[in-house]
């Protein structure tokens, strides 16, 4: 069965600074996909060529097997998107929001029962510009959730959550990837990965240091462990 993501040799620079070296890695549908590194390892910048808000240099970037960079707006209605930070409008209120947006999908995830899931209905009277950054997460997740994606991209999905809103997101994501979803994530959070993670990616100066399954990846070690280990390694 191909992969719901492809990523093969891909390369992308921002003049003299190369982001994205020859990485090459892969996502299953079904399967939470945690991608690692440290700040400039390339991390965002795959994603974002995966989202099709960026246009590879060379190599390959392929979503349920389509390019995104020319994606037609079928395809662009079956991934989710969630960005580090941005891509909400600060002057509407949340329900409003994701009412609009699920206006734009044929089988949309109930907007009442979503907010309720992610706690939004607490604060729905909040206009984005006033709502704290753990608030403001939690809608970007909704964002990204209401169409019901086959492909769910999400940059630091739980990154200024208090830790029980994080551990609600951990169990949404896994229910998502459960249901068939192929839910990729960045993320910071050894812990994130450890709980939530099916498969890691590291990546360190644009390149992929390990790939696989967690198991396979901490080899009896913890993620932690492993990681510091490989990024070490990188930098000497």
């Known amino acids: 069965m191909a992969p719901a993501v492809l990523v093969h040799d891909l390369r992308h620079a921002f003049g003299r600074t190369t982001a994205v070296d020859g990485a090459s890695w892969s996502a299953s549908s079904g399967r939470v996909t945690a991608v690692l590194g440290p700040n400039g390892a390339g991390k965002t910048t795959t994603v974002e060529c995966l989202e099709g808000l960026r246009r590879p240099d060379a190599g390959e970037a392929r979503v349920l097997g389509t390019d995104p960079w020319r994606a037609s707006a079928e395809h662009r209605a079956a991934v989710g998107v969630m960005l580090q930070d941005g891509g909400l409008p600060t002057t509407t209120r949340p329900l409003p929001l994701l009412r609009h947006l699920a206006a734009l999908y044929a089988d949309p995830w109930p907007v009442d029962d979503l907010a309720a899931r992610l706690g939004i209905d607490a604060f729905a009277r909040t206009t984005v510009r006033r709502m704290s ?5 939690r809608v970007a997740l909704a964002t990204a959730l209401v169409g019901r994606p086959q492909v769910l991209f999400l940059d630091e999905p739980t990154a200024g959550l208090d830790p029980h809103a994080r551990r609600e997101v951990w169990d949404l994501l896994r229910s998502e990837a459960g249901g068939g ?11 994130e990965a450890e709980r939530i993670a099916d498969d890691v990616v590291v990546l360190t100066a644009g390149r992929v240091a390990a790939a696989g399954s967690l198991d396979a990846v901490r080899g009896g070690r913890s993620l932690e462990d492993v990681y510091f280990g490989l990024t070490a390694e990188a930098e000497r």
């Open 133 to 137: 950054g753990g608030q403001r997460q």
């Open 181 to 191: 979803t192929c839910v990729v994530l960045t993320t910071h959070s050894f812990e």
